[in-house]
Structure formats: structure tokens, C-alpha cells
């Protein structure tokens, strides 16, 4: 008897547990709603689009629209280059940041100050202040309308220096003091100690450099003009025609864009939640 | 202040000074360790003894000096290269490797990289059953115990064949129980390896019964060197005194009236002043040991004090007494659990002559030194 009083002290009444039901079903409708307009939307004809009523579940189901994506327009080369250039800038800037981070956080050398200190500074600058300069740079180097101008570019952001530099300044010094003592240099330190564990912190650094250059819109708009080259965000711009607006096609370029995407963050959506309550609770 | 043996000592350290910004951590401190020894260094937090084996580690560098390693100057000679071996406080276990990784990292990295797999892998078998892991060596740091945590570090130590190892309070981090047990494991390995050891610690039990030789330090420099039995029977200066030994020594502040002392409240003592330097009017200060102060009326060749008692601490085996001398100057004794005192008695006690000890001033000690205690 007592137990079961106890038990139900702690648990949230009947009428406090179906405001709590109401109010999260409330939200998901909401936040869902959108996303189910935009299904239903790239799955009717462009002219069945503005009947009244307006009909969520397409009757018939036309799949015309993402045919068109891949047979009139460049799409395939459009999510190719995207995916393509994201990994490859993710990979490198792993490499550099990490490298950079770990030097930041666990090695002495003069003007280490400095450098974090215009690090910094570098990171409040925005890139429309650095667009002009950055196109002149590019069109000097001869790199306008390829895809390494939307390479090369992005691996200057320090932004994810300073990220990695907190999961590595948390690990214990003595374990690099251990490392070198043991004959390690310090590249095999970072391969072989530092890596491994600060891996959660890698992956969603990782996910969110992914999902930074897949999303870009405004450099890659400016560097590179033939549409083979381009990347989707731009490439979907440009289905809207200066007159029509063809939603249906829009709408199934937005949901195959945003597939890569959002498998990546289910995939690694444990690293997310590993690293945010990571430090909150004491070992 | 150093002591040195016959032959080239294992390590030395030579008017080494280091300070971090505006404070001193060492100041000009030299020491040696010989070979085989098991040197403690031992002292309050903050006296610069985690810092003596930063130093010869080579995780830092010192300011001035030398350190001497097999009579070879390592002051700007890699740590890799130093061929020294250190036990962290927190032993420092990569977490994400097993036992036997962590014990072969040594002999897998860039300086160690001349064995091959079999010797490697002899080597860590060797090793883990010296310290009695050889069934773990499958395991994560996190799935072992505090005192096996603790061996894999020593495991890694040793593996390496250092000249000396370097162990910077390595049972702090366990209970008491199984720091007893560790103490004994560590004296033991000792023995078996033979190793120079450099062993930090601010407990002066396990300094007491581990080490040949004791340094005991303060504020960065070093206040003693000997072995246990003369850092405690015969103390350099008050600090020493007051620190090594449990509980702490008594000290009364007082005077010399011919071959008396007189403390700042009246209390008399006797005094073998053959024993010590004094002159007649000296501000001296008297130290008496609470395990050298027996119940009982005085006999021959030892020294009365009597008083009422304030305080009674109940420890178990002993029962540590306060006795009012006066009503500012209090004494702590050892009494025995079979003849029980309350507070109020009053009581007889007594010290032998030879048990006390005096300070002048400045803290140094006026034991003459050609008189044994």
C-alpha cells in the first residue's frame, strides 16, 4: 500500500499526463505539418496544385516531378557535387582543425596568443565582408568556376578549431605528458590517444561541417556559374523560372536534398546526445 | 643540502631553481638518489616536490641548474629520451586501450619501435605477472579496480627498463585500506626490480616506512635529508619536527635560565644542556614528542610535567590526551585505553631527558651534533 502511495507521489497525475500527451501532439502536428504539405505538394501536377479544397493525400500520385528533376535538369550533377564536395571538405577540415586544436590546447610555443587571439577575430568577420576579396583571390588563382574554389575556401574557417579545442583542453594533460614520456611525437599523440577520444566531439564537429557546406548557398552562387559544377542549393534557386513557379518540381528537389542530410544526423544522432550531456554529470 | 654517495649516483639535481610568474616553486635545491635507492620526497601541497619530478621527467624545464641522470646532463635531453619512467597521480591509463595495449605503448611508439612483436608481446607477459595481471590484460582501464589501475601503471613503467622510476603520490587516489596493501606491493616490487625510485608524497607514514632516505621540503627548498629514523629522532629544524610524526610534536615557546628552560607561562623543564648549543637567556623553543611522554611520576633521567587534562580523543588503540600545563600551554600525550582519564583529572606524567628536543629563533636545531638522541 505504501509503496504503491510512494509510487504514485513521484509520477505525474492522469489529468497532467494527457496535458502533457496534448501539448506534444500539438507541437509534432505542427512541426510535421510543413514537411507532409511539401510531400504531398511534389507528388501532385504543377495545375492541381491550387484546387479548392485543397486535398493533403495527391490523388493520383504523379511522380513526373521527380523525373523531371533528373531528365530536364542537371539534378544527379547538382547532389553529386554537393555530396561530393561536403565530404571532401569535411574530411580535410577534420585533419586541419584537429591538427590545429590539438597544437592550440596541449602545446606551448610562442605566439600562440596571437594566433588564437586572430583566430577569433577572423571567425566575427562575415562572409558577405569577405566575399569581394575572396572572389578576386580565386579569379587570380585561376579557380572561378571549378570545384575547388568551393573547396578550397571553406578549410580557412576556424570556427571548428575552437570547437575541437574544448573536447581536447578537457582530456587530463597527463596523458599526453604519459605519451611523450613513453617515446610518442606528437602527431603519433593525436593519432593514437587524442583521436579515439575525442571522437564523439569529431563526429558531431564532422556532421556539422557536413551539414554547413551542403547548405551553403552564397559563395558557391558567386565562384561558380556553369550548371554542371553547381551545388544543389544554388541548382534548386534556379528551378524557379522568372515568371512561373513550378512548386511540385521545387518541392522534390527539396525533399531528395534533404535526404543525404537528414539519414547523416539519424545516423549519428547518439553522438549529438552523447556530446551535449557530456561533463554534466561528475564520473 | 644534499647527501651524496661513494659513487656516481642514478640521479642529481644541482642548484636546480624553477618559478611559475612571480612565485618560487624550487629554490635552489640539489639532491641525489643512488642506485637501487628508494628516495621520498615529502612535504606539504605545494612545496615543490610534484615539481622536482616534473623536472626530471622533462615535462618541464627548470629555470636554473642541473639534472644529472647516470652523471649525464639532461636538462635539454627529450623526456622519451631521458629513459626515466613516471606513475601519475591519476596513473594517466589511456582509457580507450586495453591492459595489454596500455603496457606494450611504451614498446610500440616511435622510440620504442626497435622490438619486435615476439619480444613485445614476452615483455608484457613478463611484466603483467609480475604485478599479477596477467588475467586482465583483455580488459578496459574502466572495468578494473583502483589497485589494479594502479599496478597496470607501474606495469607500464616498468616494461620500459627505466633507470629510475619517478612516482608522483600514486596511492593518494585509493582508501586506506587498499593503500596499506598497495605500500607494501610497491616496497616489494622494489625489491624484486631494484630500481632508483623517486617517490612523492605528503603522507609521512608511507614515506616513513617505504624509503631509504627521506627529503622533506618546504616552501621549495629542502629542509632535511636522511633516513626515516633520523628525519624523526633527529629533526634539523622545527618545521621537520613538527611535521613528520603523528600526532605533531608539542613545541613550547620559552627561554634558557642556566640549565633550565623556562616557557612563556612558567612551566620549568630540566635540561641536558651538554645535549645542545645554548646561552644563558636564549629564546628557545621545546619540542616534545606525544609518544615520548609517559604517565607516572618522573624517575631518574627524565623530566616531570604534570597538569589537568582538557581533552580526551577516543582513536581506537590509543587515546590521545590534552594536558593544561597552564591555562595557554597544552600538551598531547599517548595515554593507554586501560587506564582511562577523564577530563579534569589531574595528572603525572614524564619525558626522558634525551626524548626532547630544542629550537632556537629561526627553527633550527641546538642538538649538538657529535650527541646521539
Not at chain 2, 198 to 204: A, G, L, R
Not at chain 2, 329 to 340: D, I, N, V, Y
Request: net charge positive; hydrophobic share 50%; glycine share 6%.
Amino acid at each position: 500500500m505504501r509503496a504503491a502511495r510512494q509510487r504514485l507521489a513521484l509520477e505525474p497525475s492522469p489529468a497532467a499526463r494527457m496535458l502533457a500527451t496534448l501539448v506534444l501532439a500539438i507541437t509534432v502536428v505542427i512541426s510535421l505539418a510543413p514537411f507532409f504539405y511539401v510531400v504531398s505538394t511534389s507528388l501532385k501536377e504543377t495545375k492541381s496544385l491550387f484546387s479548392y479544397p485543397p486535398r493533403w493525400i495527391p490523388d493520383p500520385v504523379y511522380l513526373g516531378n521527380y523525373l523531371a528533376l533528373f531528365e530536364k535538369h542537371p539534378f544527379g550533377w547538382w547532389l553529386g557535387n554537393t555530396l561530393a564536395i561536403s565530404a571532401i571538405v569535411t574530411g580535410l577540415k577534420l585533419v586541419i582543425d584537429g591538427m590545429a586544436a590539438y597544437a592550440l590546447a596541449k602545446l606551448d610555443f610562442s605566439g600562440k596568443h596571437a594566433i588564437v587571439t586572430a583566430l577569433l577575430i577572423s571567425v566575427a568577420v562575415p562572409l558577405a565582408a569577405l566575399l569581394i576579396p575572396l572572389f578576386l583571390i580565386t579569379r587570380s588563382m585561376g579557380l572561378i568556376d571549378t570545384r575547388l574554389a568551393l573547396i578550397l575556401p571553406p578549410l580557412a574557417n576556424p570556427l571548428g578549431v575552437f570547437m575541437i579545442r574544448a573536447f581536447i583542453a578537457a582530456l587530463p594533460d597527463e596523458l599526453i605528458h604519459s605519451a611523450r614520456m613513453d617515446g610518442a611525437g606528437e602527431f603519433e599523440i593525436l593519432r593514437r590517444v587524442v583521436v579515439p577520444l575525442i571522437r564523439p566531439g569529431l563526429v558531431v564537429h564532422a556532421t556539422f561541417i557536413f551539414a554547413t557546406q551542403y547548405t551553403t548557398f552564397l559563395w558557391p552562387l558567386v565562384a561558380v556559374h556553369d550548371l554542371k559544377k553547381q551545388v544543389i542549393t544554388v541548382g534548386i534557386s534556379s528551378l524557379r523560372a522568372i515568371f512561373t513557379v513550378d512548386w511540385g518540381l521545387i518541392s522534390a528537389a527539396s525533399l531528395v536534398a534533404a535526404a543525404p542530410l537528414t539519414i547523416i544526423f539519424i545516423l549519428f544522432q547518439q553522438a549529438f546526445f552523447q556530446q551535449s550531456l557530456a561533463g554534466a554529470l561528475k564520473e | 643540502m644534499d647527501a651524496r654517495p661513494d659513487k656516481t649516483p642514478c640521479l642529481k639535481l644541482a642548484n636546480v631553481s624553477k618559478s611559475y610568474g612571480d612565485a618560487t616553486a624550487l629554490n635552489r635545491v640539489s639532491m641525489t638518489a643512488g642506485e637501487g635507492e628508494f628516495v621520498c620526497l615529502l612535504g606539504p601541497s605545494g612545496c615543490g616536490k610534484s615539481t622536482i619530478l616534473r623536472l626530471v621527467a622533462g615535462i618541464e624545464s627548470c629555470d636554473e641548474g642541473e639534472i644529472l641522470i647516470e652523471g649525464r646532463v639532461a636538462n635539454y635531453v627529450r623526456p622519451s629520451e631521458r629513459n626515466v619512467a613516471m606513475v601519475f597521480q591519476s596513473y594517466a591509463l589511456y582509457p580507450h586501450m586495453t591492459v595489454r595495449d596500455n603496457i606494450a605503448f611504451p614498446l610500440t611508439t616511435r622510440h620504442g619501435r626497435h622490438f619486435d612483436r615476439a619480444t613485445a608481446a614476452n615483455r608484457v607477459a613478463e611484466v603483467a605477472q609480475l604485478v599479477d595481471l596477467s588475467d586482465k590484460l583483455d580488459r578496459l582501464p574502466s572495468q578494473l579496480s583502483g589497485g589494479q589501475r594502479q599496478r597496470v601503471a607501474l606495469a607500464r613503467s616498468i616494461v620500459r627498463h627505466p633507470v629510475a622510476f619517478l612516482m608522483d603520490e600514486p596511492l593518494s587516489n585509493l582508501d586506506a585500506l587498499l593503500r596499506h596493501e598497495m605500500r607494501q606491493s610497491l616496497i616489494d616490487l622494489h625489491r624484486r626490480v631494484g630500481r632508483t625510485t623517486i617517490y612523492v608524497t605528503h603522507d609521512q607514514l608511507e614515506a616513513m616506512t617505504m624509503a631509504n632516505r627521506i627529503v622533506v621540503m618546504d616552501h621549495g627548498r629542502i629542509q632535511q635529508v636522511g633516513t626515516p629514523r633520523e628525519v624523526f629522532e633527529r629533526p634539523a629544524n622545527r618545521f621537520v619536527a613538527g611535521f613528520v610524526g603523528l600526532p605533531s610534536m608539542n613545541m613550547l615557546s620559552g627561554h634558557i635560565k642556566g640549565a633550565k628552560f623556562v616557557s612563556l607561562h612558567g612551566a620549568i623543564f630540566e635540561l641536558p644542556v651538554f645535549a645542545f648549543l645554548v646561552q644563558d637567556g636564549m629564546n628557545v623553543v621545546l619540542g616534545l614528542r606525544p609518544t615520548d611522554i609517559f604517565f607516572g611520576p618522573a624517575r631518574p633521567g627524565t623530566v616531570s610535567l604534570s597538569g589537568s587534562v582538557s581533552r580526551v580523543e577516543y582513536g581506537g588503540g590509543d587515546v590521545f590526551v590534552d594536558l593544561a600545563l597552564s591555562e595557554a600551554e597544552r600538551l598531547r600525550l599517548r595515554a593507554s585505553p586501560e587506564k582511562p582519564v577523564g577530563v579534569g583529572d589531574r595528572i603525572e606524567a614524564y619525558i626522558p631527558l634525551a626524548a626532547l628536543h630544542l629550537f632556537d629563533a629561526e627553527g633550527a636545531s641546538l642538538r649538538r651534533p657529535e650527541v646521539a638522541a
